[in-house]
């Protein structure tokens, strides 16, 4: 595979698995009722971190690469967007494992705001991905990346 494939499909690879676990946790969310929330929240805290990582390499590694031809300034500033949201739904998951280690307080669990705050997520980083995806797509880096500074960035 050449360099400029191998590139968009690893990224968008790992960009359908967050894609695709985001909305299943999204669902667990709208099911959840009565049941208890534990296993969402843990679930969601393991898909934040992540998230953060795949962020933390894009921001390190990728990014500064692509500065070098292209404006990435705009998915920096999304990233720091993100992270806000990405903060508060954290939040919410400590402040319930907190609760729980002290008594069975499910009940109190406000479901409606935690699936709100995913879904805020999602329409945030849904349309991010597809930018990241759509400007560093095949065509693009061929006109601005050689082979070997491709190799390099993958590598
Ligand atoms: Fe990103």
């Known amino acids: 595979m050449d360099p400029y494939t191998n590139w968009s499909a690893t990224l968008k ?3 359908d698995h967050f894609r695709r676990d985001l909305c ?10 009565r049941k208890s929330p534990k296993p969402l929240l843990r679930s969601t805290a393991q898909y ?3 998230l953060h990582t795949h962020h933390t390499i894009e921001d390190r590694r990728i990014f500064p690469f692509l500065a070098r031809k292209m404006d990435v300034s705009g998915f920096a500033k999304d990233h720091k967007q993100l992270e806000k949201i990405m903060e508060k739904i954290e939040q919410t998951c400590e402040e319930e494992k907190r609760k729980g280690e002290r008594c069975q307080e499910e009940e109190t669990f406000d479901v409606e705001g935690f699936t709100k705050l995913l879904k805020e997520l999602r329409d945030l ?7 990241e995806e759509d400007l560093t797509a095949p065509e693009k880096m061929k006109s601005l990346f050689s082979p070997e500074e491709m190799r390099l960035m993958l590598s």
């Not at 946790?25 to 009722?33: F, P, R, T, Y």
């Not at 980083?125 to 930018?131: I, N, W």
Request: glycine share 0%; charged share 20%.
């Open 13 to 15: 690879s790992f960009h």
């Open 24 to 33: 299943r946790l999204i669902q667990e969310a709208e099911s959840l009722k």
């Open 48 to 50: 934040l971190s992540y």
């Open 125 to 131: 980083v849904f349309p991010h991905m597809r930018l």
